[in-house]
């Protein structure tokens, strides 16, 4: 009974701990001025990281965090997810497709949690892939933050899709347009408001587009690793589709 107590305590004690850390650490999102120069400023950030080489972009393979390895089918909107002993293939525009256990197949509802599980991790690894690459999709809202240092930030607001739509990000840029670092509002309560993120370490791509692959804050570090893409499957390397099951 005593160490029962013993732990509840320390229990309560990091809880408290805790809420005081993102009540004391969180930061009011700031408000700025939508229009066409905030849109003009997403466009520079956009030819910073060559969009358009990222379009062509046909496969991306990447692992996020040692813990989750990803192949894409960016052409097809595919997606291969690999995490502990499980492997699942996923049709993202209908979140469907197989999931397969220690190499045996799991069907069922145990397989739909999977494929979900899969859908999740995709959602939220691809977006620390490429998140700025992501400024126009639909559902966003873009403004221009006036910074304390006198320069201009770019605020995107997503309004709807992916995991937790209703987050927004404000990114510090340099004089090229390319990001640095992003403070983030997010809808998961563990993580303060104003959060930030470095968008540090950029690699090029073999297609020309531009990936950051470390991004610290003072809580947390997430690396990109194992990266690799090429226009299609063939050239990347693969004789088979790994698709196949799905398709």
């Not at 995107?156 to 983030?184: A, E, F, Q, R």
Request: proline share 5%; with cysteine.
């Amino acid at each position: 009974m005593r160490i029962l107590k013993w732990l509840l305590g320390i229990l309560l004690f990091l809880a408290l701990a805790l809420f005081l850390f993102i009540k004391i650490s969180s930061e009011s999102m700031p408000t700025g001025t939508t229009g066409p120069a905030a849109d003009a400023l997403a466009n520079k950030v956009l030819t910073a990281i060559n969009k358009p080489a990222w379009d062509n972009t046909g496969v991306v393979q990447w692992t996020f965090r040692g813990a989750h390895d990803f192949l894409w089918d960016k052409k097809r909107n595919l997606v291969k997810v690999n995490w502990d002993d499980n492997e699942v293939l996923v049709v993202l525009d209908e979140t469907t497709g197989k999931a397969w256990k220690n190499g045996k197949e799991v069907t069922g509802d145990e397989g739909d949690k999977l494929v979900k599980a899969a859908w999740a991790h995709f959602c939220n690894d691809s977006f620390w892939l490429n998140a700025p690459a992501k400024v126009f999709d639909p559902g966003t809202e873009r403004s221009i933050i006036d910074l304390p240092d006198g320069k201009k930030g770019l605020m995107v607001s997503y309004k709807s899709g992916g995991v937790t739509p209703g987050d927004s990000y404000l990114w510090m840029l340099d004089d090229n347009g390319l990001p640095t670092s992003y403070k983030m509002w997010v809808s998961i309560p563990v993580i303060p408001g104003g959060l930030e993120f470095t968008w540090e370490d950029w690699k090029s791509l073999s297609t020309g587009a531009k990936i950051s692959t470390n991004h610290s804050s003072k809580v947390l570090g997430i690396d990109i690793t194992n990266l690799k893409a090429a226009t299609d499957l063939t050239t990347f390397g693969l004789s088979n589709d790994p698709f196949q099951p799905i398709l």
